[in-house]
C-alpha cells in the first residue's frame, strides 16, 4: 500500500492568482516569476487584449491529510477546449502545507516543485514520437493529441501537512490554475485541504485474556480529543477525553456480558473523527438466561 493517503479532486481544475513559470523540478524562483505570480489575478482579471475572455469558474475540490503526514490530492477532470504544448496545470500549497512531489511520470509532462514547496507545476511538452522524444504542438494550432492533454487524466501533487496543524482545520489557499500555452487562465478555482484526525489506539483491554465485567481501556489518542469505546452491537462501553500527553483511559459504567466480544475506540476532534482497530475480548462468566414460562428467551445477564 503507498504511504500517502490517496484523495481523488474531482470536478474541473481551478486557481487564480500565480502566473506558472517552467523550471527544472524542485527550482528556485526568479525575479520575473516573482513578479507574474503578483501581478498574476490583476492580469487575469483584465483578459487578453483582443482576444476572448478566460473561462472563470469558482470550482473547488477537497483532501484531507493528518498532522505531519503527506498525502496525494489527484487533479483531474478538465473538458474545455483542446490546449496545445506549453499549457501548464500548477497547485499552490495551502498554509501550514507544502508540495513535496509531483510523482506523475509520461513523457509528454514535465513536472516541477517550486523552490519551498510553494507551488507544484505540469507542463504538457508534446506528445511523445515513436522515437520517445516529445513532439511540440503547433504554433498555429493545438497539435492533434493536444485537447487530450488534461483530459481523462488525473495528476498528482504530494503535499506535506505540519505537524502542528490542528484537526479539523482548513487550511486556506490551496488553489489550482490551467493555464494555455500563451498564459491564458482557461480553467480556475479553490480547492480545501482539511486536517485529518490521527487514528486512536486502543492497547487495553488485552485481546485473548479473560475479562472481569468491567475491564479498563486504555490507549493513546490525539490531546484533546473525545475517546468513545463501543462494542460489536455499537453501544458505547465508556468515554473520555484524551490527556495533554495523549493517552487516556476509561472503565465500563455497565458490566459487559460474559462471553466474547469487539471492542474499538473511536476520537472526535473539531469536527473529525477516527477509529482504531477492533480487538476481540472475552469476558469471564456464562450468560444467564431467563425464560418465559414456555421455554423461550427473555433476556440475557451476567450470573452473580
Known sequence: MSRYARTSVLGSLAVAGVLVMSGTAYGGEDAVGLLGRRLGPVVDSLGPVGGPRPVDRDLWASATIEP??????EVGGYDGVALKAGSTLTLTAPARTRVTGVPYAAGAYRASVALGGGSGTYTFVGTPSSAGEPVPGSAAEPDAA????????????VLSVRPDAEPGTRLPDCTLVLRDAEGVVRERGTCTVTVGLPAPTLSRPHSGVPLSASPQAAGTA???????????????VCAT???????WSCVPGLALT???????????????SATSEQINITVAGRPHTV???EGDPLQRRPRR
Not at 505531519?68 to 490530492?73: A, D, K, L, S
Open 68 to 73: 505531519g503526514r503527506e498525502g496525494i490530492v
Open 146 to 157: 493536444g485537447g487530450e492533454a488534461w483530459k481523462g487524466r488525473t495528476f498528482p501533487f
Open 222 to 236: 490525539y490531546p484533546g480529543a473525545q475517546v468513545t469505546v463501543r462494542d460489536a452491537g455499537e453501544n458505547e
Open 241 to 247: 477525553t484524551a490527556a495533554p500527553d495523549g493517552t
Open 258 to 272: 460474559p462471553g466474547p466480544g469487539r471492542l474499538q475506540a473511536t476520537a472526535t476532534l473539531n469536527g473529525v
Open 291 to 293: 425464560s418465559d414460562g
